[in-house]
Structures are given as C-alpha cells and as structure tokens.
C-alpha cells in the first residue's frame, strides 16, 4: 500500500468510494431519504471542488493495482486555532480492519505537525460506534457535542480532538 496526496484523476474513484461507504456505513443512522440522494455525480462534484479549495486536500491510499483503497480529507478546523480537521475518512469496505485507515489518519496527523497545526479534529456522526472506538484507540479524546445539519437533516454528532500530534509523527 503506498498513500499519497489525491489528485485530479481520482476523484472518479473516491466519489465512488464516499457514496458507497455513506450508503453502508449511516444506513439506520441517518434517514433512507437522504442517503439515496447521495450519488456518485454529486460525491464526484462535491470531492473536486473539495480539493481546489485553499487549505483543504486529501490523500489516498492505493494498492499493489494502482486501485484506490481509502482516502481521508483535510481542512482547518474553524473552531480551534491551529487544529486540522479530518475531514472525512473513507476505506473500501473488503480491506477495512487492515490498518488502511489508521495509516491515513497518521498520514493526516504528520501533515498537520509539518504544516504548524498544534491539534487535529474529527467530527462523527453518534451512532458510529465503530469509528469511535477506532480513534479512541488512537488517543482521541471527546472535544464536543453539536447537531450537523445533513442538507437539512439534524444528527447528533461529535467533535473528538487529538491535543498532541507528537503521537503521529514519534511512530
């Protein structure tokens, strides 16, 4: 597996990627409704003019294929001076358990040390219970709770933060 910075050229993957683990990952938590409106045209709009915005970017992982197998984007966190937000996190549902996510989530935290952030965030929806206890195990701890707003859908969610990315880059 090598991850690298996205570009252009594999936008058509992710959106494919993000809309399918959207629609398998919130089914029960979110409404049906809204994650049939999810597509791979809107996911492939939304993750291009994404990574053209300033500040914000995302790697990938690929495999030995070239084929991309995970992906995390990043942003700075508005709320916090000097955090990065990762943003959304994604991987191919038959290689999840593997370790792709946690490299990626490494992968974020060094860009935040080397690009002077003092903290990095994520936000989850309650209810993905397995992605919290992933980044609990990783050292995140509880920042806040807030209402998101799904396209006009409230859900409970959280902010989780890691105050010290020593952690990603003395490994």
């Not at 993000?18 to 089914?27: A, F, G, L, S, V």
Request: net charge neutral.
């Amino acid at each position: 597996m090598i991850i690298r910075p996205i570009i252009d050229h594999n936008i058509q993957a992710i959106a494919k990627l993000y809309t399918d683990d959207w629609k398998t990952t919130y089914q029960g938590i979110l409404p049906d409704s809204f994650l049939k409106g999810i597509t791979y045209e809107h996911s492939k709009e939304k993750w291009l003019s994404y990574i053209h915005k300033d500040k914000q970017g995302a790697f990938v992982a690929v495999d030995e294929n070239n084929m991309i197998i995970g992906f995390a984007a990043y942003k700075p966190y508005e709320d916090l001076k000097k955090c990065l937000l990762l943003d959304s996190l994604h991987i191919l549902q038959s290689v999840q358990g593997g370790g792709i996510g946690k490299n990626l989530i490494f992968t974020v935290g060094k860009y935040a040390y080397n690009n002077g952030y003092e903290k990095m965030s994520i936000c989850i929806v309650k209810g993905n219970d397995r992605a919290k206890g992933i980044y609990t195990h990783l050292g995140v701890k509880p920042y806040k709770d807030f209402i998101d707003d799904f396209e006009g859908i409230p859900s409970n969610s959280s902010v989780l933060l890691w105050d010290d990315l020593n952690r990603f880059v003395l490994k």
